[in-house]
């Protein structure tokens, strides 16, 4: 058996005090900046543009001086300056490997040890030495399947590169392999564990599965829940980019992801660019000491919501709480925010409700709200419904908005939360 509670990986780090953090954190935001400007001409630029010199970063806060490089714009940006737009500190000969993500967009990795730094997430999961891992991310073009292959090795674990799909042949895998931990989506996993319910065979009985580390989408509780009690594993999630590899992963007590040490994360409020305060959501921005490919307050599109609350489980790093959607999903309604998981809180707070959409107009200078409402049962709609359905929308979106029941097929863009009919022109 292998032992999952052995042992800490760089502890040393991830556990500095609140002082020592800050100063480490200083030090590696002033490095950083100061690498990118010296070695990566995009940087160099931008920040020559915001009349900013390396040695007015003094603090993180400085930062703020150096407008952001989102990464909704990458596409452009490498086309202007190909392959990396400039924003890569070697040429493409020193680099190990060179992806392509959709768009496209190229994404590098350097020679040094560990590129996406995915060792403590796996290890945080329970992975250890001796673990044998199914890692069903893909191998081709996209960095997902050998930035977590090559972690595991790191840390002693046989990989099978599964890659994604044929589900047949890796439910047969994992059986036939004995494997002992998964990496890939949720979705996917609980594919592979119902294929080999299915076919007789279940925790204990020809399934040695125990752990499992999950990114790429929503990873809800009860679907965590059904891993545990229905399979016998233990699912933990971690968040990251192409681009940046790990930005996150849970601990044993699971109640946000970890910001690892090596990266320095802001959250900005989308809408001023301004900080957003702990507890509030906002857009995850990076800056990367990366010999590579060093970021300088990347933008990554995704919103969260950050806690600096301390962790029970003795790491003082801050954890984002969970991913809540993209910035381009967000709407702003009569000047506030409206995003996905808003809709989403809705449908759950109140029973009656099936699914829920929004749908955003303007009548001369006024936004409306509508509130498209699928009932799981039709015949409950009534005066009293509404009411609540108003009052708690009001309560999640701090906006009022109009009820309208609808049946399942009346729904238009059934994967949109939102809908926005407005026009700017
Ligand atoms: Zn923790």
Redesign the pocket.
Known sequence: MIDRKKGFYDEVRETMPAAERARATRDMVRETVLYAYEHAPAARRKMDEAGVRPENVKVPADLRKIPLTRKADLKHIQKGEPPFGGLAAVPPRAMRRIYVSPGPTFDPEGRDESHWRWEKAFFAAGFREGDIVQNTFSYHLSPAGLMFDEALLRIGCTVIPAGVGNTELQAQVLKELKVTGYVGTASFLMTLLEKAKETGYTSGNGLSLQVALVAGEMFPESLRARFRDEFGVEARQCYGTADVGSLGYE???A?GM?VPDEIFLEMIDPATGDPAPPGTIGEVVVTLPNRTYPLVRFATGDLSILSEDP?????TSP?LLRLVGRVDQVTKVKGMFVHPEQVTQLAEKVAEISSAQFVVTRTEHDDNMEMRIVLKNPAAASDALIARIIETARAITRLRGEVRFIATTEVEEPDKKIIDLRKWD
């Open positions: 601990c044993h007590v109640k970890h962790c029970p489980c003795g790491r954890r």
